[in-house]
């Protein structure tokens, strides 16, 4: 049975905007790979940390939101979590109601 999960990661700010391109691109990739269905995908961009992260306090915040498999998750946050550019994930397993309010967002652009 498909889910549908909210990720949010936070990439260094060290990286130029072409790294961080791909870096996005890659995970999309891999998400794609794993069979998950891309709803949504939002780029925040950098923003400042509540608290430094590996002596950093900015960093290039991304979300996307997507329906796959969960046993598929697992496999993604090891990506995440071997990846040096992350410095922070979070994955969120939405629920009827947290989809009814991510629906409406006035700032969510349809895909």
């Keep these: 049975m498909t889910k549908r999960y909210e990720t949010v990661f936070i990439l260094t700010p060290v990286l130029s905007a072409e790294q961080v391109k791909e870096t996005v691109v890659k995970f ?3 998400l794609k790979d ?3 269905k891309l709803m949504h ?3 925040w961009g950098l923003k400042k940390l509540a ?3 590996q002596k950093k306090s900015t ?3 991304h979300l996307f939101e997507y329906e796959m498999e969960g046993e598929a998750i697992a496999n993604m946050e090891v990506n ?3 990846d040096e550019k992350v410095m922070r994930f979070l994955t969120v397993s939405l629920d009827k109601h947290a989809i009814a309010f991510v ?3 006035p700032q969510r ?3």
């Design 28 to 30: 999309k990739k891999s």
């Design 34 to 36: 794993a069979g998950a």
């Design 41 to 43: 995908e939002e780029d």
């Design 51 to 53: 608290y430094p992260i």
């Design 59 to 61: 960093g290039f915040y």
């Design 80 to 82: 995440l979590k071997r």
């Design 103 to 105: 629906e409406s967002r």
């Design 109 to 111: 652009k349809k895909k």
